[in-house]
C-alpha cells in the first residue's frame, strides 16, 4: 500500500481578490504535493476559502452585496486563478458549504461533550480585520499584529478551556518537528508558557457564521470554523462510509503549511482544538514569511498588492512559480519586483534551462536525426564530473526540499544546468559535428547523450515546480507524459538510447525589458480600488481633498467620479501630530474598519472639537507616509480664500460607512 500525504495550504479570505502574498502559500503547497505524487505517495492536497466572521459580513455591506454574494464572486476568483497557475489541488472547500457548516458542528458537539466548552461572559477588545481577541488590550488599543484600533466586545459566549492545555501543548512543541522554522517555535512556545486564559468560541453580535448546536443565537467563532475545514473537507463527522474512510486514511495531515501571522491559531488553538476533540495532531505546521512590496508586506489593507494574472499574462505560471520558490528563503520575508522577477526570469528560465533544452536538443536533432545516440561511457573526466553532479544533485534536492528548502534546492539544481552548459562550450559539440571520424561521432553522441541525460534530470526535478514547461521539455525529450514519471527511482543512465526526440519548441522565450514596464502598467491600470484602509494624502495637502476651481475644470464623466470611493466616517480618535502645526492624527471608523488618516487642518479645528464628527472620506487613495506615520485616506474639505479647511458634513443624520454617489 502506498504511503499517503494530506497537506494544505490556510483557506483565504474572501474580503480580498487574490494576490501574489496568497499565491506564494498555495505554489509552494503545490510543489510539496506534485512532488509526492511523483514519489508514489497516494496525495490529497486541500485549499480554499474562509467566508464567515465579521470582517466578511463588513466587506460585502460595504460593496453594497450580501456575505454570500460576494463570498461567491471572491472564492470563485480564487478558483479560477488556481488554476491558471495549474495548482493541482484535490478538494476546494468553502466554509459556507453545507457539508462543512455540518461537521463544524459536529467537531463543536463533540467538544462540548468532552467538558471543554463552558458558557460565559467576555468583555475585552477585538480586532475585526484579524478576527483575534487581544488579551490585556484597553478601548482605543491598537491590534499588536495588524495596528489597527481594536474595538470593545462585551458578550455572553462559549468559552474554550483553552488554560487546560497549557502544560500538554509545551509538551508538542518538544518534537522539533511540529512547528517549523524553529524561531516560530521558540515563539509560540514562549507565548504559551506566560499562560494561556480561555478562548471565546462564539459571537452574538452578528449572525453570518455556523449558528452553535443547540443556540442558534449564537455563531462560531470564525477561526474555530476555519480550522475545522482541515478535517471537514477529508469527510470528518460526515454519516457517509466513503467520507469516513477518506477521514480514517488522510487524517492527520502531514504538512499544514501556513503565513507566520497565523501561527498562534495554527499552533496553539488548532492542537488543542483536536486535543479536546480527541482527535491526532498534525505532523507538522510550517510556517512561511511575508511577501514584501515596497517594503512592506503586500496586502490588500496596505494597497500594495500585485496581482497574480498581470505575471500569468507576461510570463506565464511557471515562470512565477519559479521565481517565487527560488527567490525567497523559505521561512523568511522576501520582497518582490518585476525587475527581479524578468532579471531571474532570462538568467535562469531562458538563459538557463530553456537554453539548455533548445541547443542540446538541436543538436541531436542535426547531427542525429533526431535519436537520442548512444553514448560510449568513455569514462572520461569530464563526463563522470556531470554523471556525478547530477547524482549529488538529485540526493541534496531531495534533502533540501523535504527540509522545505526550495531555494536551495533550485538553486542546486540550477548548478548542473550551469555545469552542463559550461560542458558544452567545452567540449564544442558543434565543431565535432562538423567532422566525419568516426572518434569524433563517437565522442559528439557521448557529449550529446551527457547533455540531454542532464536535461532529463534537472527537468524531472524541477516538475513539481514548473509543471508546464517541464511537461513540454520531456516530451520534445521523447519521453512522453511526465505526470508517470518515478521520481523516488531518478538516476543517472536512464535515457534509452535511440528515444525519437519529439517536436523541438521554445519553452521560455526570452523577456524583453518592456516586460517590466508592461507589468507595472498593467498593475497601475487595472489597481482595484483597494476597499480598505488604504491611502493617503498627497505630500503638500496633507488629507484634505483640494477644491477644483471653478468653470476652468475639464470635464470628467460619471465613470471618472464613479472612481472616487466618498464614504461617511466618524472620527473617533484627533490628536495633533507632534512637531507639526498642521497636521492632526485622525482614527476614523468607515464602517468596514478604523483607518489612521493624517489631516491638515491643525490649524482649523481643535482635535477634541472633532470626536464624534461624521466626515466624509475618500476611502481608495493609495496610502503614503507624513512624518513617518501612515496616512490611509483623505477627509473633503472645502477650502476657503486663505487656505482655511473647512470639512464636508451632512445635515440629517448618515450611518457610518455609507457610500457617497
Ligand atoms: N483565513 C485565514 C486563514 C484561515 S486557515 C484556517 C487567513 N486568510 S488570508 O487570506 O489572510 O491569508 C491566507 C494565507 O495567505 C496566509 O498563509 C497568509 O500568510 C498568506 N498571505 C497573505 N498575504 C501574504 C503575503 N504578502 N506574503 C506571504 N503570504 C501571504 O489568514
Known amino acids: 500500500m502506498s504511503k499517503k500525504f494530506y497537506i494544505t495550504t490556510p483557506i483565504y479570505y474572501v474580503n480580498a481578490r487574490p494576490h501574489i502574498g496568497h499565491a506564494y502559500t498555495t505554489i509552494a503547497c503545490d510543489t510539496i504535493a506534485r512532488r509526492q505524487r511523483l514519489l508514489g505517495a497516494d496525495t490529497f492536497f486541500l485549499t480554499g476559502t474562509d467566508e464567515h466572521g465579521q470582517k466578511i459580513e463588513r466587506a460585502a455591506a460595504a460593496a453594497g452585496k450580501t456575505p454570500q454574494q460576494y463570498a461567491d464572486e471572491i472564492s470563485s476568483e480564487f478558483r479560477q486563478l488556481w488554476k491558471r497557475m495549474k495548482i493541482s489541488n484535490d478538494d476546494f472547500i468553502r466554509t459556507t458549504e453545507e457539508r462543512h457548516i455540518k461537521r463544524t458542528q459536529e467537531l463543536f458537539r463533540r467538544i462540548r461533550d468532552n467538558g471543554f466548552i463552558y458558557k460565559g461572559t467576555y468583555t475585552g477588545q477585538y480586532c475585526v480585520s484579524d478576527e483575534l481577541y487581544v488579551d490585556g488590550a484597553q478601548p482605543g488599543d491598537p491590534c499588536p499584529t495588524c495596528g489597527r484600533i481594536t474595538e470593545t466586545v462585551h458578550e455572553e459566549n462559549y468559552f474554550f478551556k483553552l488554560s487546560a492545555f497549557q502544560d500538554k501543548l509545551l509538551e508538542l512543541y518538544a518534537n522539533p518537528d511540529f512547528i517549523r522554522p524553529e524561531t516560530r517555535r521558540n515563539e509560540v512556545a514562549s507565548f504559551v508558557q506566560s499562560g494561556l486564559r480561555d478562548l471565546s468560541i462564539t459571537r452574538s453580535t452578528f449572525s453570518w457564521g455556523i449558528p452553535v448546536p443547540d443556540d442558534p443565537k449564537q455563531v462560531i467563532y470564525v477561526w474555530f470554523d476555519a480550522l475545522a475545514n482541515y478535517l471537514t473537507a477529508i469527510g470528518y463527522g460526515s454519516s457517509h462510509s ?14 499544514q503549511m501556513i503565513g507566520k501571522e497565523i501561527v498562534r491559531f495554527h499552533c496553539v488553538y488548532w492542537p488543542a482544538f483536536l486535543m479536546a476533540a480527541g482527535l491526532p495532531l498534525p505532523n507538522a505546521i510550517v510556517a512561511h514569511g511575508w511577501l514584501l512590496f ?6 490588500k489593507s496596505r494597497g500594495n498588492i500585485v496581482r497574480t494574472e498581470t505575471i500569468l499574462d507576461v510570463l506565464g505560471a511557471d515562470a512565477l512559480r519559479y521565481f517565487l520558490l527560488r527567490e525567497v528563503v523559505f521561512g523568511q520575508d522576501g520582497s518582490f519586483s518585476f525587475d527581479a522577477l524578468v532579471q531571474r526570469y532570462n538568467s535562469d528560465l531562458a538563459n538557463g534551462l530553456g537554453n539548455l533544452a533548445s541547443r542540446t536538443l538541436t543538436m541531436i536533432n542535426r547531427y542525429f536525426n533526431g535519436e537520442v545516440p548512444y553514448s560510449s561511457h568513455s569514462g572520461k573526466p569530464a563526463d563522470d564530473a556531470i554523471a556525478q ?15 522545505f528548502q526550495f531555494s536551495r534546492a533550485l538553486e542546486y539544481a540550477w548548478t548542473l544546468v550551469a555545469a552542463v552548459d559550461k560542458y558544452i562550450v567545452e567540449n564544442e559539440p558543434w565543431a565535432l559535428g562538423e567532422k566525419k571520424d568516426e572518434d569524433s561521432r563517437s565522442r559528439l553522441a557521448t557529449v550529446l547523450y551527457t547533455a540531454a541525460e542532464a536535461l532529463r534530470i534537472a527537468t524531472a526535478l524541477a516538475h513539481p515546480v514548473m509543471p508546464e514547461a517541464t511537461a513540454n521539455i520531456w516530451e520534445q525529450l521523447g519521453l512522453g507524459d511526465i505526470q508517470k514519471l518515478a521520481l523516488g527511482e531518478l538516476a543517472w543512465g536512464q535515457l534509452p538510447q535511440g528515444t525519437k526526440l519529439g517536436q523541438i519548441q521554445p519553452v521560455f522565450p526570452r523577456a524583453d525589458k518592456s516586460a517590466v514596464e508592461r507589468m507595472q502598467t498593467m498593475e497601475d ?35 471618472d467620479f464613479a472612481k ?5 466616517g ?5 490628536e495633533r501630530v507632534p512637531k507639526s502645526d498642521k497636521l492632526l492624527r485622525l482614527e476614523i471608523d468607515i464602517g468596514s474598519e478604523v483607518r489612521q488618516v493624517l489631516a491638515g487642518i491643525a490649524e482649523a479645528y481643535a482635535p477634541e472639537t472633532l ?20 496616512s490611509n485616506g483623505m477627509i473633503v474639505a472645502a477650502s476657503l480664500d486663505g487656505g482655511k479647511p473647512v470639512l464636508a458634513g451632512f445635515l440629517e443624520d448618515v450611518p457610518v460607512g455609507a457610500r457617497l454617489k
Do not use: C
Open 242 to 255: 466513503g467520507a469516513q474512510e477518506a477521514f480514517r486514511k488522510y487524517w492527520p495531515a502531514d504538512v
Open 389 to 403: 553532479a547530477a547524482h549529488r544533485t538529485i540526493r541534496e534536492f531531495r534533502t533540501l526540499f523535504d527540509q
Open 570 to 574: 466618524l472620527v473617533k480618535v484627533a
Open 294 to 299: 515596497e517594503e512592506s508586506k503586500m496586502s
Open 525 to 559: 491600470q487595472q489597481r482595484v480600488a483597494p476597499a480598505a484602509d488604504v491611502v493617503a494624502a498627497p505630500a503638500q495637502t496633507p488629507a484634505v481633498a483640494p477644491t477644483p476651481g471653478p468653470a476652468t475644470s475639464e470635464k470628467i464623466s460619471i465613470d
Open 564 to 568: 472616487v470611493e466618498l464614504r461617511v
Open 611 to 630: 470626536v464624534g464628527r461624521k466626515v466624509v472620506i475618500v476611502a481608495n487613495l493609495a496610502p503614503r507616509k507624513l512624518r513617518g506615520m501612515e
